[in-house]
């Protein structure tokens, strides 16, 4: 089973660039779906980016579209996620996760995610 393990997080300025890493350990990582998702206290956790196992497909929240990019790099077993022109409602723990499902908008529900990191805190501020 893959566990992913995030890190990266930090604090960071308005208006700035952050990456986070996710290295994924255990079995066949090239198999899964990658999804990076977000939580902020007393809300639920919501879609941030996913990504193809082969890479090909990317898809986004419509509030990081053009400021966030998903990759990976499935020799290394490692997905990333580029933050730019961060904004303080960015501020949040990140989770990356693993899932068998390959379509959109089904990859965008947390609930179909098999394993999960322990998550990782960024914060922006103002």
């Known amino acids: 089973q893959v566990q992913p393990v995030e890190s990266g997080g930090g604090l960071v300025q308005a208006g700035g660039s952050h990456r986070l890493s996710c290295a994924a350990s255990?079995?066949?990582?090239?198999?899964?779906?990658m999804g990076w998702f977000r939580q902020t206290p007393g809300k639920e956790r919501e879609f941030v980016a996913a990504i193809s196992w082969s890479g090909t497909s990317t898809y986004y929240e419509d509030s990081v579209k053009g400021r966030f990019t998903i990759s990976r790099d499935n020799a290394g077993n490692t997905v990333y996620l580029q933050m730019n022109s961060l904004k303080p409602e960015d501020t949040a723990v990140y989770y990356c996760a693993a899932t068998r499902v390959v379509m959109a908008p089904v990859l965008f529900n947390p609930n179909k995610y098999d394993c999960w990191g322990q998550g990782t805190q960024v914060t922006v501020s103002s």
């Open positions: 255990g079995c066949t990582f090239n198999y899964y779906t």
